[in-house]
Nanobody, 123 residues
Framework: VQLQASGGGSVQAGGSLRLSCAGS????????MAWFRQAPGKDREIVAH????????YYADSVKGRFTISRDNAKNNMYLQMNDLKPEDTAVYYC?????????????????WGQGTQVTVSS
């Protein structure tokens, strides 16, 4: 296993969660990283991505201002701080990595995927 996502759970609307993605050195150093999510019956969509070493970030419009992506390169970890959660944020969240300095909004641009962590937001 090269990427492992954790931190999901169930919260009420307006609550917060922090997702973590642990990578091995092989799938972290020099790699751009991303969070995607997939709700039941929907396609997997980009949430945010972060460049190597972390100076460039992208957010989907639906999460801008509420979610923050970050990475700790010394610990091979990436994070997604999710605030003001809404029921429409309910999905399985996946972390992904690509051996390029800059991320992509397209899931085909990523070579490595974590196993996913469930986030459920109730109204």
């Amino acid at each position: 296993v090269q990427l492992q996502a954790s931190g999901g759970g169930s919260v009420q609307a307006g609550g917060s969660l922090r997702l973590s993605c642990a990578g091995s050195k092989r799938t972290f150093i020099g790699y751009a990283m991303a969070w995607f999510r997939q709700a039941p019956g929907k396609d997997r969509e980009i949430v945010a991505h972060i460049s190597w070493p972390g100076d460039i970030k992208y957010y989907a419009d639906s999460v801008k201002g509420r979610f923050t992506i970050s990475r700790d390169n010394a610990k091979n970890n990436m994070y997604l701080q999710m605030n003001d959660l809404k029921p429409e944020d309910t999905a399985v969240y996946y972390c992904a990595a690509t051996p390029r300095n800059f991320g992509s909004r397209d899931r085909s641009g990523y070579n490595f995927w974590g196993q996913g962590t469930q986030v459920t937001v109730s109204s």
